[in-house]
């Protein structure tokens, strides 16, 4: 009789074991996984972004004026004001568009206002519109065939400062955005290498500083080597 009890008694605490061991939840601390921790530090990041960009009086006013605007002329989407919203979110590569009439002519070029993210507080509002101009006149000699590879140059005076905007040496002219645009002062010493890192020609450059240094009046200079404007220099 008590070898029987001990083998029940011993029976109900091996199931009594047992049922603790794998109905308790597990106390051990939990690993987190790799990506659970990549999805939180990319929030962190896009929160950083989010409040550096909030405080930046230019975006403010931009923000304040397309409010303004789009309540006087009584506009009810929201397009114009989801446009900013493009500004806070990470760009990692730009998006293709696709221009043309139909397939024969169709193109894939890159947007040429690229300046998102933390890229918006880092040029003025005055700053930002030069570049996108200037971007857009590379397109257009592209788009004319007035390029030669890589050899030509346009060059915009910033403001009144002596820092003028150049295409990095590298790039097609279809390739040339507003934030891949260098930055650079009358020597040529680069101030701003742009989005791609890429330095400058200097040899080419040297033409466009010597008639911005002469003409102090010439905020944009245009150096095609077109078969009109070869004849007119001859």
Excluded at 54 to 80: H, M, P, T, W, Y
Excluded at 99 to 110: D, E, P
Excluded at 166 to 174: D, E, K, Q, R, T
Aim: one cysteine or more.
């Amino acid at each position: 009789m008590n070898e029987e009890k001990l083998i029940s008694d011993l029976k109900i605490k091996m199931t009594g074991n047992k049922t603790r061991r794998y109905s308790q939840p597990d106390t051990r601390r939990v690993v987190r996984q790799p990506e659970e921790i990549l999805r939180d530090v990319r929030g962190l990041k896009l929160r950083q972004r989010v409040s550096l960009v909030l405080g930046d009086e230019s975006f403010k006013e931009e923000l304040e004026d397309s409010i303004r605007k789009a309540s006087a002329n009584g506009v009810s989407s929201s397009s114009n004001i989801r446009s900013y919203q493009d500004f806070l979110l990470p760009v990692f590569q730009p998006s293709l568009i696709t221009i043309g009439r139909g397939y024969g002519n169709a193109a894939t070029v890159l947007p040429i206002n690229d300046i998102r993210g933390e890229n918006t507080v880092k040029y003025s509002k005055v700053n930002k519109s030069q570049r996108c101009k200037l971007a857009a006149v590379y397109r257009l000699i592209d788009m004319f065939g007035w390029s030669e590879a890589i050899f030509n140059h346009v060059t915009l005076q910033v403001g009144d400062k002596n820092e003028f905007l150049i295409n990095p040496f590298g790039l097609l002219f279809n390739e040339i955005t507003a934030s891949s645009l260098v930055t650079c002062d009358l020597n040529g010493d680069i101030i701003d290498s742009g989005s791609t890192g890429l330095c400058i020609n200097k040899a080419g450059f040297l033409l466009h500083s010597a008639i911005h240094e002469a003409r102090t009046d010439i905020k944009c200079v245009i150096h095609v080597h077109t078969a009109d404007v070869v004849a007119n220099y001859v």
